[in-house]
Each structure stands twice: as C-alpha cells, then as structure tokens.
Nanobody
Framework: QAQLRESGGGLVQTGGSLSLSCAVSGVAMSNYAMAWFRQAPGKERELVSVISWNGATTYYADSVKGRFTISRDNAKNTVYLQMNSLKREDTAVYVC??????????????????WGQGTQVTVSS
C-alpha cells in the first residue's frame, strides 16, 4: 500500500513562489505517473499537472501553464511542483496522486490509485 505525503505549502504573496514536494513510500514511484490536483473551497478538484513515469511526458492545466513546473526524482521517490508567479486564484489544497501506468498520462481522476492528504497553499494580495 502506497503512502503519499505532501509538503511545502504555506502562505505567500501574489507574485511569489512556492515549491511543493510529494514523498511516496510503500511502492516504487517509477511504476507510476504522478499528478498534482488542487481543490479550492466550494470548487471541484481539478488537475494541475501530471508527469509520466520517466518524466518524458508532462501536462499542465491552461491556468498554470508557463508558471508551474512539475518534476520527479525516481531515486528519491519524490515528485515536485515548482509554482511561480502565484495568483490569488491558485489558493487551494494541493494533493498529489499516483497512477499505475507505464505509458502516457491521464488527465482525469478516475485512474489514480493513491492520493495524499494535501497541503494548503494560500496566496494573498
């Protein structure tokens, strides 16, 4: 059974940066595509970014494209999300998820096998 633990959230001003990490234990992360989702109060959970098992394929939501960067280190069983030029609308709980697949990535929630508890990101003006 996998465990996913996010860290790095916090309070930041508009235009600032944060770096999130998600440490995976219990499974080899190299067997999984890894994603970051987020959920703001009163809104549905949405996909932010996803990266294939080997890092060759990435996907970003239009709302974060050019500002966020997803990366992974399979040796450390950790996936990262670098968030720059943060906006108030980026305020949400950020959750990482693991999808057991060796080809491509999924942009829907259904295939994801494991989820973390999330870390709060708050962007203030």
């Amino acid at each position: 059974q996998a465990q996913l633990r996010e860290s790095g959230g916090g309070l930041v001003q508009t235009g600032g940066s944060l770096s999130l990490s998600c440490a995976v234990s219990g499974v080899a992360m190299s067997n999984y595509a890894m994603a970051w989702f987020r959920q703001a109060p009163g809104k549905e959970r949405e996909l932010v970014s996803v990266i294939s098992w080997n890092g060759a394929t990435t996907y970003y939501a239009d709302s974060v494209k050019g500002r966020f960067t997803i990366s992974r280190d399979n040796a450390k069983n950790t996936v990262y999300l670098q968030m720059n030029s943060l906006k108030r609308e980026d305020t949400a709980v950020y959750v990482c998820a693991a999808d057991y697949r060796q080809t491509g990535v999924s942009t829907t929630m259904t295939p994801y096998d494991y989820w973390g508890q999330g870390t709060q990101v708050t962007v203030s003006s």
